[in-house]
C-alpha cells in the first residue's frame, strides 16, 4: 500500500477529518473472514510445478508482481522489518493530495504520471481497541511507466493481548490488473501481518498456499504451507529448494 494511503488509515485511530460525500466506487468488500482463512487453513497444493510462481509472489519476481508491486521494505508500529504494498511500484511515487493531506476520511486523488485514485476510511478506535476499514479505486492510477487499475481493501484491527500489550493485525486484499510497458498482469492477492509477521497467501490450479517470509534481500527462508503440510525453502540467485517436513524428495525450481 502507498505510504500516503496508509498513514491516512492509521490516522483514524486517533480522529480524522469529515467524510466527503459521493457514491460508492469502490464495488463489493471482501469477505474478511474468508480472506483469513486463506491463511488459517491452506486449500492449495505445493508442487514442483508450481514453486518458482509461488516463491516468485513472495520474492517481487513473479507475474503477479511484474510491475514491482512489492517493492522495498518498511517499519511496522511494532518495529519489525517487513515487506510493504505500494500501489504504484516503490517510495519514488510521490503522490500528493489535499483530502489526504487534510486528514480527510474519504477523497479522490491524481496519480503523477495521469489517472486518480478514490479511497475511504471506514471503522475507528485507539491502539488498545480498532477496527478500521479502507478502500481503495484505481483509475488507470499511473506513474512513470506503470499504470494500476482495480482495488485494494486493507482491514485493521488491534486489541490488548493477555500481558496488557497492544496487537496489531492487517489484513490487504488487491484485485486488479497492472500494466508496465508493454505488459499487462492481473493481480489477485492477500497478506496478512500479524504481530510482527509477514504473511502473503498466493492463488494456484486448486486453492491457495500461504507464504512466511522469514528474510528478505538477494536470497532468503520462507515457509510454504498447503492443503498436507509446511515446506522450508531457500531461495538464492534465481534457484532455490523446498523440503517438505513430511520428508521425501526435495523440491527443486529456478527463476
Known amino acids: 500500500m502507498h505510504k500516503g494511503l496508509l498513514a491516512c488509515a492509521m490516522v483514524v485511530l486517533v480522529g480524522c477529518g ?94 503523477p504520471s495521469g489517472g486518480s485514485f478514490d479511497y475511504a476510511v471506514e471503522g475507528g478506535g485507539d491502539q488498545n481497541n480498532a477496527d478500521v476499514t479502507m478502500k481503495i479505486r484505481l483509475n488507470a492510477c499511473s506513474s512513470n511507466d506503470v499504470t494500476v487499475d482495480g482495488s485494494e481493501f486493507m482491514h485493521m484491527t488491534s486489541s490488548k493481548n493477555a500481558a496488557g500489550q497492544s496487537e496489531l493485525r492487517m489484513l490487504f486484499v488487491v484485485k486488479a490488473n497492472v500494466k508496465k510497458g508493454a505488459e499487462t498482469h492481473s493481480l489477485d492477492i492477500a497478506e496478512e501481518l500479524d504481530a510482527g509477521t509477514l504473511r502473503i497467501a498466493v492463488k494456484v490450479d486448486d486453492g491457495w498456499v500461504t507464504v512466511t517470509i522469514k528474510s528478505t534481500g538477494t536470497g532468503g527462508s520462507y515457509e510454504i504451507r498447503d492443503k498436507d503440510g509446511t515446506y522450508s525453502c531457500t531461495y538464492d540467485n534465481g534457484q532455490g529448494q523446498c523440503t517438505s517436513s513430511k520428508g521425501g524428495q526435495p523440491i527443486s525450481f529456478k527463476k
Do not use: M, W
Open 18 to 111: 469529515s467524510s466527503s460525500s459521493g457514491s460508492d466506487p469502490f464495488g463489493g468488500e471482501p469477505d474478511y473472514n474468508e480472506v483469513q482463512s486463506r491463511f488459517d487453513n491452506p486449500t492449495g497444493t505445493f508442487n514442483s510445478g508450481n514453486a518458482a510462481n509461488v516463491i516468485g509472489n513472495a520474492t517481487g519476481s513473479g507475474d503477479a508482481n511484474a510491475a514491482g508491486v512489492f517493492s522495498g521494505g518498511s517499519t511496522s508500529s511494532s518495529g519489525v522489518q517487513q515487506k510493504a504494498l505500494h500501489i504504484l511500484g516503490g517510495a519514488n511515487a510521490q503522490t500528493t493530495c489535499a483530502d489526504l493531506e487534510a486528514g480527510n476520511r474519504s477523497g479522490s486523488c491524481s496519480c
